[in-house]
Every structure is written in structure tokens, then in C-alpha cells.
Nanobody, 115 residues
Framework: VQLQASGGGLVQAGGSLRLSCAAS????????VAWYRQAPGKQRELVAR???????YSADSVKGRFTISRDNAKNTAYLQMNSLTPEDTAVYYC??????????WGQGTQVTVSS
């Protein structure tokens, strides 16, 4: 199982970024997808998750600013991040979760928000 995360970068506070997480067609179709982040010196934390059927969950710290979505035709999940603050600076990781393959992590993508 391979995941490809992309879309990170450097942005000013108040700006937006969209992260993408691409998987193979079969794996994507049977999996929930989640985004986590890990800031320096902190534990990895769940940011948002979306089920196969499209039910979404967001952490309180990003609710109203971040939106997780999935495009099943493109085998890709997205994390739209708006109103970014320096506290959102972290390495962002996506993973897929399925009964057949368990949990699979993609490589991280760095998001840096300058004040």
C-alpha cells in the first residue's frame, strides 16, 4: 500500500493550503482516511478523518477552519486548511484505515505558517 501526500508549504498567517493524499484505487475504496500532524516536540495528533461513506470528523482545534473531503473517482482525499495560524505549523501525515490492510501511513508534508 502506498500513499502520496502533497501540498504542504510556507504560508503567511491567515492564508490557506490544500493537502492531498492519493492512494491506489482498491485501497482507497475500502478505507477511511485520516490526517494527523506532528509539531516539533509534540505528539502526533489527529486533525480530521473521513469514512468510506464520507462522514467527516474534525478536531476541535481546527473545526471551522479545516475541511476534510474525498474524491473517490480520483482516489484522493483532501485537507483544505483556511485561516492558518503559526500553531498549525507541523508535519502533516495522512493514513488509510481498513480491515483488510490495517493502518498505512504516507510520508509527511511540511506545513509552515509564518506570523
Amino acid at each position: 500500500v502506498q500513499l502520496q501526500a502533497s501540498g504542504g508549504g510556507l504560508v503567511q498567517a491567515g492564508g490557506s493550503l490544500r493537502l492531498s493524499c492519493a492512494a491506489s484505487r482498491y485501497v482507497f475504496s475500502i478505507s477511511a482516511v485520516a490526517w494527523y500532524r506532528q509539531a516539533p516536540g509534540k505528539q502526533r495528533e489527529l486533525v480530521a478523518r473521513i469514512t468510506r461513506g464520507g462522514t467527516a470528523y474534525s478536531a476541535d482545534s481546527v473545526k471551522g477552519r479545516f475541511t476534510i473531503s474525498r474524491d473517490n473517482a480520483k482516489n484522493t482525499a483532501y485537507l483544505q486548511m483556511n485561516s492558518l495560524t503559526p500553531e498549525d505549523t507541523a508535519v502533516y501525515y495522512c493514513n488509510t484505515q481498513s480491515v483488510e490492510y490495517g493502518i498505512t501511513w504516507g510520508q509527511g508534508t511540511q506545513v509552515t505558517v509564518s506570523s
